[in-house]
């Protein structure tokens, strides 16, 4: 049973920066796709990034494109998400995702994913 245990987060005043992360566990596997999400009150959760982290491919949302940047530590199997240049549009609750093997081409798409960290609010506010 995979499990997906986040830390990190907090608040941060706009411009600032952050670092979340996501430690895996309970596979043997080595060679799988991982994402963040995040959610926001009455919202669907969307996609941030993603890694297939057999070769280190990386996806991103357009909101995400050159502020974040997601990435995998294989010996200690934990994902990270480097937030930079927050804004208040960032708010929201951020969870880890897993799927088995590559990820999918629309790594966004919530219900290809198995496996969900608890989540880590991030708030950015002055």
């Known amino acids: 049973q995979v499990q997906l245990e986040q830390s990190g987060g907090g608040s941060v005043q706009p411009g600032g920066s952050l670092q979340l992360s996501c430690a895996a566990s309970?596979?043997?596997?080595?060679?799988?796709?991982m994402a963040w999400f995040r959610q926001t009150p009455g919202q669907e959760r969307q996609g941030v990034a993603s890694?297939?982290?057999?070769?280190?491919?990386?996806h991103y949302a357009g909101s995400a494109e050159g502020r974040f940047t997601i990435s995998f530590d294989r010996a200690s199997r934990t994902l990270y998400l480097h937030m930079t240049n927050l804004n208040p549009e960032d708010t929201a609750i951020y969870y880890c995702?897993?799927?088995?093997?590559?990820?999918?081409?629309?790594?966004?798409?919530?219900?290809?994913?198995?496996?969900w960290g608890q989540g880590t609010h991030v708030t950015v506010s002055s």
């Open positions: 890694i297939y982290t057999g070769d280190g491919e990386t």
């Open positions: 995702a897993f799927d088995w093997g590559h990820c999918p081409a629309r790594w966004w798409l919530v219900p290809k994913y198995d496996y």
């Open positions: 309970g596979y043997s596997h080595s060679d799988n796709c």
